[in-house]
């Protein structure tokens, strides 16, 4: 069916014409909404198990903190898959870019935010680096970033033997240990204090909102989701094409980096394991959030909700006391049982949709 | 003579275009048979018919029975087809490199004992289907060890190996040498002579005389010659069908281009990297030069040339009176203000999953944005104003590209370089899978922003197109320009030095 001489009459039958992604949906199948419904259920569900689960300094500041965190992986992966990429060293690129904050806390002794925007350097720079290599060889996004994290898996190890002699900083920088413990309820001005929520989490929420932003209305964000949407086409029509990859790349490396320093806030150390567990979860807060592996389009809100599903899921396990190893079964099967319902849903709402017009 | 295959008035409509009005097809035993025709004058179409991918939307095709009776049939599935005898080499490749001959030669109908394959059975099949083609090779043999000429005459083991009596070729020298294709013509003579019948789809004349005996033209979707011995036409004569003498031309108002005014784009002795050599062309603001030529003359490479995607290694381009060095479209148009209509609209012009108003504005969010951020009201306006300039039909601006019919889409792919404001515009076979009336409609679109003051270049291999819309036209060939006419605007003095050009590189200078 592909054909490189001109095609005679459309080449796609007409059936398959109108894309269903580009029907008008009926309201219930936004898969966002369906994503706050199962979080406002589990939420219900884990409360009535135990109580527990609605302490709001044992258990609720510290889920918004790893939303947080989690929100912000979702969005590294987000950024390429943007453009029909993977990026499968968003972990890898967390943990170097950390080190270097570490290192910058621990030799210079600089300011937290000039540490921070170090990693955000270093992360920047080894994403677009990947996005050059993918550009540039025209290899697979999936195997170039593949063999960047299992390079970057051994430098990193190398490094903080290098540095520490261990596998940790021990520094703490000045305002960590308030990115750590400290809720906006910890602030008063007189008698009015703010709520309890976590200091790292309106980090997360800018993070989301320059994400959004960029790619619903920037000229850079809607020029790499065309270039997602058709690369030859987007080449043809006057875009940079090669740029936009490595733009996308060093996004989601930016973010990657982002990502490490909430978790070592969270956790209140530099280490080498920080991005161990950001792969997986990172793929499944933009896919549960409704965007394609495909590319073209992308879903701030849905990333940000898919996120919330799994941490909420994790911390209600959690509180019911399973098991490490029960507890990756569980989610594993929750998050297969998640995106099953998601894709019926998808199907019903694309027959319903044929059906009417 | 025994007809084994009778197409009767196909119709076959997509969204905005009727690929197949009333085509008919006919095959007798052991003939030859060539399927000729433009682009878009439907053969793919009516081969996808045949072969069970598309079902016609009117017409029967029949086939004979058991009692060699012809019976009305409905081919369900590409299965169908084989199962009906009718064998297909498409035009790419369909072999899996790492089976071996035997097993793609079988792959359909792999013989099975007690549950697995039967590798005795498998290479006597497979060798009894080489034998049909007198073809001395190893069955056992991968696949990817083969030359391009032997993947393709397995192809036709493939499509023999289902006791096959009608056999499809789609352009099935393309990518063979000369030596090879004669031999591949040898094969196809010598199952002509065992009864089978043979349809021939190719674009190089040379060969379908060679090889032929009888000839069915389609043009727009209508059998303008059918099933005629091509011995009594002559090579002009089948060209002529081909491109439609009997159109009826369109009279568009006249427009004046003066004479002494500086050309916009000027080629001088360009050679590319893509093969072209000795290419000069010079477009003025207002004007219309036609770059005419059969398909793979090497006119949209030169296009794409021109904007960077190949390098000009020697001569120059001028935009403008100025020696110009285009790196990418990106430098073209911000730099030059060079468009490019492409040619294949869903593969390279447009972004089918993204709306409307983004495929038309994505040339201009450079000039739209603020900051780096581009306004929605700002972008929808220009969509409205677009929209309404060129009669796009739109429920809304958020509307997907993918869902508008072909006319509408061509009409958004245009969109977006008027948008940007290009002074040059070349525009790549405008009206391919168009249906006649939106055709006309752009055809008075085009001159119109000629009339305006653009300089065009329009590449079309749609002679009656070129003599509407075009004020000179010139003819390329073998990546070559062999000859530049004024047009008079006469179709049949046109078309006659025009195919004089394609036929030997020379002709009378009009």
Same mark, same amino acid.
């Given at each position: 069916m592909k054909t490189e001489t001109a095609p005679e009459a459309p080449a796609v039958p007409p059936a398959a014409e109108p894309r269903p992604s580009a029907r008008a949906l009926p309201v219930w199948a936004n898969p966002r909404l369906g994503l706050l419904i199962v979080i406002a259920v589990l939420v219900v569900l884990f409360s009535s198990l135990?109580?527990?689960? +609605?302490?709001?300094? +044992?258990?609720l500041a510290p889920l918004q903190a790893d939303i947080s965190v989690y929100v912000v992986v979702g969005l590294a992966q987000l950024a390429v898959l943007s453009l029909g990429h993977m990026n499968m060293a968003v972990g890898r690129m967390a943990a170097l870019s950390t080190f270097a904050m570490g290192l910058a806390y621990d030799r210079l002794g600089v300011p937290l935010l000039v540490g921070l925007l170090v990693g955000l350097a270093v992360g920047a720079g080894i994403g677009a680096l990947a996005g050059l290599l993918i550009a540039k060889t025209g290899v697979n996004s999936f195997v170039v970033t593949l063999a960047l994290d299992f390079g970057l898996l051994g430098l990193v190890t190398i490094l903080y033997t290098w540095a520490t002699g261990g596998v940790s900083f021990a520094v703490q920088p000045s305002g960590l240990s308030a990115l750590r413990f400290d809720t906006f309820a910890d602030y008063c001005m007189g008698e009015v204090c703010g709520p309890? *929520?976590? +200091?790292v989490v309106p980090i997360a929420v800018a993070a989301a909102l320059g994400v959004g932003v960029l790619f619903r209305h920037a000229r850079l964000g809607r020029e790499i989701l065309m270039t997602g949407s058709n690369t030859v086409a987007a080449e043809l029509s006057g875009i940079p094409t090669h740029r936009r990859v490595v733009a996308a790349h060093a996004l989601s490396g930016l973010l990657a980096a982002l990502a490490g320093f909430l978790l070592a806030a969270n956790n209140g150390a530099f280490s080498a394991n920080i991005g161990e567990s950001f792969l997986l979860p990172s793929f499944l807060a933009p896919v549960l959030g409704?965007?394609?592996? !495909?590319?073209g389009a992308v879903s701030v809100l849905g990333t940000a909700l898919g996120a919330t599903l799994t941490q909420v899921i994790y911390k209600g396990l959690n509180l019911l006391q399973f098991s490490l190893e029960e507890l990756k079964l569980y989610i594993g099967l929750v998050l297969l049982a998640a995106l099953s319902l998601d894709r019926l849903r998808a199907l019903l709402a694309e027959r319903r949709a044929v059906s009417s017009s | 003579m025994t007809v084994v295959l009778s197409a009767e008035k196909l119709v076959k409509t997509f969204p905005g275009v009727r690929a197949l009005d009333e085509a008919t097809l006919t095959l007798t035993a052991g003939s030859v048979h060539a399927l000729l025709g433009e682009n878009g004058a439907g053969k793919s179409t009516l081969i996808k018919i045949l072969t069970g991918v598309y079902r016609p939307d009117g017409g029967q095709l029949r086939l004979p029975g058991p009692d060699g009776e012809l019976r009305a049939v409905q081919l369900g599935n590409p299965q169908d087809a084989q199962r009906a005898g009718i064998g297909v080499v498409h035009q790419e490749r369909n072999l899996i490199? !790492?089976?071996s001959v035997a097993e793609n030669i079988c792959l359909q109908h792999l013989p099975r004992r007690a549950g697995l394959l039967d590798r005795a059975a498998l290479r006597t099949e497979a060798r009894r289907c080489l034998d049909l083609l007198d073809l001395d090779l190893d069955p056992d043999l991968p696949v990817s060890r083969l030359s391009v000429a032997q993947l393709q005459l397995v192809e036709i083991a493939k499509a023999l190996s289902a006791d096959s009596t009608v056999l499809l070729l789609d352009e099935p020298t393309a990518s063979l040498t000369n030596d090879e294709a004669d031999r591949l013509y040898g094969i196809v003579r010598r199952l002509s002579e065992r009864g089978h019948a043979t349809v021939l789809v190719s674009h190089k004349l040379e060969e379908v005389f060679a090889v032929a005996d009888t000839v069915t033209v389609l043009r727009d979707g209508r059998s303008v010659a059918e099933a005629e011995p091509l011995a009594d036409h002559s090579r002009e004569e089948i060209v002529d069908l081909m491109v439609g003498r009997a159109y009826q031309q369109v009279h568009l108002a006249p427009r004046t281009v003066a004479a002494d005014v500086e050309p916009a784009l000027v080629l001088d002795a360009v050679a590319t990297t893509?093969? &072209? &050599? /000795?290419v000069s062309l010079a477009v003025r603001p207002g004007e219309i030069v036609g770059l005419y030529g059969l398909v793979g003359a090497g006119r949209s490479e030169l296009a794409k040339a021109l904007l960077?995607? /190949?390098? *000009? =290694? =020697?001569g120059e381009v001028r935009v403008h009176g100025r020696p110009a060095r285009i790196r990418d479209v990106g430098d073209a148009l911000h730099r030059y203000r060079i468009g490019y209509v492409t040619e294949n609209r869903k593969e390279e012009g447009l972004f089918l999953d993204q709306t409307v108003a983004r495929n038309t504005a994505v040339t201009v969010w450079r000039r739209l944005a603020r900051l780096g951020l581009v306004r929605d009201r700002s972008e929808r306006l220009l969509v409205n104003e677009y929209a309404d300039r060129l009669g796009i039909r739109l429920a809304s601006p958020d509307q997907h590209a993918g869902q508008l019919s072909g006319g509408n889409q061509q009409k958004v792919s245009l969109a977006k370089w008027l948008a940007a404001d290009c002074d040059v515009l070349i525009i790549d076979e405008p009206t391919v899978g168009i249906d006649v009336r939106t055709k006309a409609a752009f055809h008075e679109l085009i001159a119109g922003l000629a009339a305006r003051g653009m300089a065009i270049l329009l590449i079309s291999s749609d002679l009656p197109e070129m003599v509407t819309l075009a004020d000179r036209i010139a003819v390329m060939r073998v990546f070559a320009i062999v000859g530049e006419l004024d047009n008079d605007h006469d179709y049949d003095r046109m078309s006659q030095s025009v195919i004089r050009f394609i036929h030997d590189g020379q002709g009378v200078v009009a």
């Open positions: 135990t109580p527990a689960f +609605l302490d709001p300094r +044992l258990t309890r *929520i976590p +200091l409704g965007t394609l592996l !495909a590319g | 490199p !790492a089976f893509a093969g &072209h &050599h /000795d960077g995607l /190949d390098r *000009i =290694s =020697s």
